[in-house]
Structures are given as C-alpha cells and as structure tokens.
C-alpha cells in the first residue's frame, strides 16, 4: 500500500499563486509516475500534471506555463507549484501514484490521496 498525504489548499485571490505537496509513505522514486488531479464540483476529475520515473513532465493544456510539477526523492514528495490562479483551477485537487507490478509492469496499480482542497476567488 501506498499512502498519500496533500496539503497546502486553501483560498488564494485569482492571479495570486499556491504550492501543494504530496508526502508518500514509500519512495516515489520507484513509482512508474506521479500526477496531480483535480475535481470540480460536478465535473468529472481530470488530469492536471504527471511526472514519470524518468523525470519527463506532462500537463493539461489549461494549466501549461501557470503549473510546475516537481519533486524531492529524498522527501518522497511531490509538489505542484500554482501560478496566474484563475476562477476556474477552483477545485479539489488530488496525488495520485501509480506503481507497476514487479513481475508484469504492463500491471499498474494507482493510489490517491485524501485531496486538498483550492479555492480561486475573483
């Protein structure tokens, strides 16, 4: 098992910036990937950031050049830094992990965390 724990939500003015963190109980290193998600009410949850072993980064169109994901193996924490926040970016934002098996690495197993939650006000 594989526990995530988000914080750093809250409510920021539209334009202004937040830094979530996602501490793990075990190495993100040796998870194939590691993404942030979010979910507004109503909406469905949606892909936000993912980083990959490897170190190479994707991002949903609406967040490209306002959003970094990063991360500290020796902390076992990932991070999303929020910039240019807009209305819209309000919602619950969730970590989630996802690890491939040892002896089928076709077999992704993911985990998710509790959610934090943000809030953008214009």
């Known amino acids: 098992q594989v526990q995530l724990v988000e914080s750093g939500g809250g409510l920021v003015q539209a334009g202004g910036s937040l830094r979530l963190s996602c501490a793990a109980s075990?190495?993100?290193?040796?998870?194939?990937?590691m993404g942030w998600y979010r979910q507004a009410p109503g909406k469905q949850r949606e892909l936000v950031a993912r980083?990959?072993?490897?170190?190479?980064?994707n991002y949903a169109d609406s967040v490209k050049g306002r959003f970094t994901i990063s991360r500290d193996i020796a902390k076992n924490t990932v991070y999303l830094q929020m910039s240019s926040l807009k209305p819209e970016d309000t919602a619950v934002y969730y970590c989630?992990?996802?690890?491939?098996?040892?002896?089928?690495?076709?077999?992704?197993?993911?985990?998710w965390g509790q959610g934090t939650q943000v809030t953008v006000s214009s």
């Open positions: 989630k992990a996802e690890r491939a098996d040892t002896y089928d690495p076709n077999r992704i197993s993911d985990y």
């Open positions: 980083i990959f072993r490897g170190g190479t980064t």
């Open positions: 075990t190495s993100i290193f040796s998870m194939s990937a």
